[in-house]
Structure formats: C-alpha cells, structure tokens
C-alpha cells in the first residue's frame, strides 16, 4: 500500500479543517502511529494551535526546496511531529511534494491541513494525496466549498479516495442532500462546546476533555480512517 498522505480540504473556510486536522493526528498518535502533520495553509493556524510561534523552517523552505523536512519539524506535545506553517506559502509554488513519498521509513501516515480554495498549493498537494477528507457542516457554503474540492480533483486528473466528515451539522435532512454525492467517514461530530474551548489553547479537544464524548466521537472517527488507511 502506498504511503498514506491526508489532505483535510474544503473550498470553504470556516469549517474545522484545521481542528480535524490537528484531532486526527493526535488521535492517530493516541493509537500508537507515527503520524506527522503537516500546515499547508498560509494562515498557520495549525502552527498556532500547537503552541508554536514564529518557527525558523516552515513548510514554505521545505516544499520550495531550500529546507530538508528534518531540520524543519518538531514533536508536538500530543506525540505527533508537525511540520510548521508560514503566511509565505501563499505566494509561491510548492516544487517539492514529492518528497512526502519517501517518508514511509519516518512515518505511518501524513496528515496536511490545506487552505480554503482551490489554489496552486491544494493543486500541488492533490497530485501526492492517496485520501482527502472533507468536513461540512450544515451551511450551504461549507456544501458547495465541498462539491468545489470534488470537481477540483476530477479537473485535476488525480485520483485519491475522497471522504466526507459531517462536522458540528444539525441538519438531518441537510445531511442526506450532501451525503448522497460522497462516501460518509462515521460517526458524525456533533457541535461541542468543548472543541471551542480547546480552540483558545495549545491542545487539541481530545487532551483538553479526554472523556468528553466529543473526543471518543473523534476517536471512532480517527480509527475508521486508520482503518482504511490500512494501518490496522
């Protein structure tokens, strides 16, 4: 089985990439993987959220080239070792996403937060991509932002397993007109004040409120990925 590379991608922002993301990976590292997550998104929130500012190598150095990944990435506090974002990404190409191939002796899996819209970062990053997971939630943006990422991908002439996650989603009957197009990652996340208030500090919802049912929603969530992922 190829090496496992997850983009978290929606067209629309505002609709948890970046907390999926960072969940994912400390869910994935919870069940022992060796999991390094990756900020591809110019805003760095990832970055933030993991507790580090302003980092001297980011994913801008490593993918234009300048950087070799090992002297760029750290281990985060949840066991998984991340690769810093950089507001500069946003105005170059990435040259280099090839290199996330020959990972596999370093890595499990790959986990890569992306920004919204279709941009030369997420075309690039979809050309290595074996599994895209998009979040929605109840929002008709959050909806067409996913229908965007799924034409994206079929004008692009890739191919990676394409999966929706129902994130903070009410809307029963919303669900069923988007789930229709897509092959559903389950459980559905529930809306959770917890995941707020884990979104203002250095950890993701699972260290935060270990036993909030929000995070074992998560972990369910996390092991049917891993499980396609083949990494059980």
Request: charged residues 20%; hydrophobic residues 40%; negative net charge.
């Amino acid at each position: 089985m190829n090496f496992p590379i997850v983009l978290i991608a929606n067209a629309a922002g505002g609709v948890g990439k970046t907390t999926l993301t960072h969940c994912i990976s400390a869910a994935a590292a919870e069940y022992g993987k060796k999991v390094l997550a990756i900020d591809c998104d110019p805003q760095a929130t990832l970055t933030f959220r993991c507790g580090i500012e302003n980092p001297r190598l980011t994913s801008a150095e490593v993918f234009s080239g300048e950087h070799q990944i090992t002297n760029a990435i750290v281990k985060t506090m949840e066991r998984f070792t991340l690769l810093p974002g950089a507001s500069r990404l946003a105005s170059q190409d990435l040259k280099n996403v090839n290199l996330l191939n020959t990972l596999n002796d370093d890595f499990d899996l790959c986990i890569i937060d992306t920004p919204s819209g279709p941009s030369s970062v997420l075309s690039a990053l979809m050309t290595v991509a074996t599994y895209v997971v998009i979040p929605v939630n109840s929002s008709f943006h959050s909806i067409r932002g996913a229908l965007h990422i799924r034409d994206f991908q079929r004008n692009s002439g890739v191919s990676p397993t394409m999966r929706l996650v129902m994130n903070n989603s009410d809307d029963p009957t919303l669900d069923e007109t988007v789930t229709h197009d897509f092959t559903v990652l389950e459980p559905a996340l529930p809306r959770a004040l917890e995941v707020k208030k884990a979104e203002i500090t250095t950890q993701s919802v699972l260290s935060f409120a270990s036993h909030a049912q929000i995070s074992s929603d998560i972990r369910e969530l996390s092991y049917s990925l891993l499980e396609e992922l083949g990494q059980f």
